[in-house]
């Protein structure tokens, strides 16, 4: 991991951060599921009927507590059913945070019965170290779903998993960021600062992976999943979702204004303030900026 794994590995504070990013994101992430990235993984998955494989195997890393996971099965299960017909669905969950793997086992308790004939892996360890252990086991499909902003070399990661653990056919997804959305202008702004934000915060984007694939030679594919995040919060003081949205975009588990000072954390609520745009949300008026993700897709194709 990067030098900032303690902000991964903190428990309960960093899956709290993550919760208040969760709530505006599913919906739209739906949307790009179900849409775009189920449909091509169609294609990728052209069943052999002479020799029909009887198992569908899922290595899904760094998922958190699994909001995307649960969102991508359903999507499967829904949109692409010839690909799991007669199969039994193997999801092995790679994670560092164990307390995010009890909320993962939490969430897909209480949804048994979205997920039929699917056989849960939990493995509570970092990707590097699952990849530097891995053995003969082949998967299908391989997601990085928001997870490169806590690694230090991506295209390691990524080459380690194309030819130690993806199937043929198979395919890796990776969504990471998309140019020029919140997060890049926000580094780009405050970098010097916030120094973290540059030296602990990786932020790769779908071009920089785009030109890892060009470089291994690999077929793939990219699009863009436009997404708004709902900011008001972080303007309301001492709202509990809002001071865990900042603690987030600032990459910390303390207290914002104790750690950076009144002003900085001022300018920055400024700043975010000057992103944003507003529209009506449930009847209220509220405060957005762009959180758009890029979608990578790496096919390894007889």
């Known amino acids: 991991m990067a030098n900032h794994s303690q902000f991964v ?170 140019e020029g959305d919140i997060w890049m202008n926000l580094i780009e702004k405050f970098k010097t600062k916030i120094p973290s934000l540059s030296s602990e915060l990786h932020y790769p984007t779908n071009i920089e992976l785009s030109e890892i694939c060009k470089s291994n030679g690999w077929v793939f594919d990219t699009f863009n999943g436009k997404m708004d995040l709902e900011i008001t919060d972080i303007f309301n003081e001492k709202n509990p979702r809002g001071e865990a949205m900042l603690k987030f975009f600032l990459h910390t588990i303390e207290n914002p204004k104790e750690k950076f000072g009144k002003e900085l954390i001022s300018e920055v609520v400024d700043f975010l303030r000057s992103m944003s745009w507003q529209k009506k949300k449930d009847g209220k008026k509220c405060l957005f900026v762009g959180d758009d993700e890029g979608v990578l897709l790496i096919y390894k194709l007889s």
Request: net charge negative.
């Open 9 to 178: 590995d903190s428990g309960k504070a960093y899956n709290d951060i993550q919760e208040a990013f969760i709530r505006d994101a599913r919906g739209q992430e739906k949307v790009w599921v179900e849409n775009t990235l189920v449909p091509k993984l169609r294609k990728v998955f052209t069943q052999d009927v002479s020799t029909p494989n009887s198992e569908f195997k899922v290595l899904a890393v760094g998922s958190g507590v699994g909001s995307l996971d649960c969102l991508l099965l359903k999507a499967l299960f829904s949109h692409g059913k010839e690909l799991l017909q007669g199969k039994q669905v193997i999801w092995t969950v790679v994670e560092p945070n164990a307390m995010a793997i009890d909320k993962f086992k939490h969430n897909i308790s209480l949804e048994e019965t979205a997920f039929p004939n699917v056989k849960f892996n939990w493995v509570n360890k970092g990707v590097e170290e699952f990849l530097e252990m891995a053995g003969p086991e082949r998967y299908d499909l391989i997601h990085f779903l928001h997870v490169f902003y806590y690694v230090e070399n991506e295209g390691e990661i990524l080459k380690n998993a194309y030819e130690k653990c993806l199937a043929n056919p198979g395919c890796i997804v990776a969504a990471v960021g998309s």
